[in-house]
T-cell receptor, first 113, second 111 residues
Framework: EAGVAQSPRYKIIEKRQSVAFWCNPISGHATLYWYQQILGQGPKLLIQFQNNGVVDDSQLPKDRFSAERLKGVDSTLKIQPAKLEDSAVYLC???????????FGQGTRLTVV | TQLLEQSPQFLSIQEGENLTVYCNSSSVFSSLQWYRQEPGEGPVLLVTVVTGGEVKKLKRLTFQFGDARKDSSLHITAAQPGDTGLYLCAGGLWSNYQLIWGAGTKLIIKP
């Protein structure tokens, strides 16, 4: 079974530029999560989708972050414009409908300079 | 607001020692998972517990879910350098399919 795929693995951009991350979840997983993880800390939920609907985006900085999950499968997370404090690893995870195990991709390490 | 508190935040011990890390909350969870994360990788699921009082063993790792389903512990026997990593717990809520995450315990096992 293929795992969660994310791209790119690494990205370096200047502040005020825009960036987009892509995630392809495990086939059949209805729930998709985007997390931000600062070095040494636990993941912070940015947005959670159930199929193509948003369940929770309360911690998403909506003035600069946006995310979509078209057709309830792939998802993209965008940052525009980026700030220095957005430097982090962005993790995508998916799970079956129930809040059980989450399977993670390798993440995208974003550096904003 | 549901919170999961993990302790200790950081632990460095010698190979062969035993250790326990904790995950505590005032909330009741439908399930609780433990993950291990290595540098540069996403968290990898170790175990899921769903029943109050449940104990699961994974080789030298023993996981326990509290009777009230509010807390959990991870015990490692005879720790090895390969156990080094960030250990994360996450609680599942049936009401809205959310996972609540702890901040993690960074574990270093010295040879």
């Amino acid at each position: 079974e293929a795992g969660v795929a994310q791209s790119p693995r690494y990205k370096i951009i200047e502040k005020r530029q825009s960036v987009a991350f892509w995630c392809n979840p495990i086939s059949g997983h209805a729930t998709l999560y985007w997390y931000q993880q600062i070095l040494g800390q636990g993941p912070k939920l940015l947005i959670q989708f159930q199929n193509n609907g948003v369940v929770d985006d309360s911690q998403l900085p909506k003035d600069r972050f946006s995310a979509e999950r078209l057709k309830g499968v792939d998802s993209t997370l965008k940052i525009q414009p980026a700030k220095l404090e957005d430097s982090a690893v962005y993790l995508c995870a998916s799970s079956l409908k129930t809040p059980r195990e989450a399977f993670f991709g390798q993440g995208t390490r974003l550096t904003v300079v | 607001t549901q919170l999961l508190e993990q302790s200790p935040q950081f632990l460095s011990i010698q190979e062969g020692e035993n250790l326990t890390v904790y995950c505590n909350s005032s909330s009741v969870f439908s399930s609780l998972q433990w993950y291990r994360q290595e540098p540069g990788e996403g968290p990898v699921l170790l175990v899921t517990v769903v029943t109050g009082g449940e104990v699961k063993k994974l080789k030298r790792l023993t996981f326990q879910f509290g009777d009230a389903r509010k807390d959990s512990s991870l015990h490692i026997t005879a720790a090895q350098p390969g156990d080094t990593g960030l250990y994360l717990c996450a609680g599942g809520l049936w009401s809205n399919y959310q996972l609540i995450w702890g901040a993690g315990t960074k574990l270093i096992i010295k040879p």
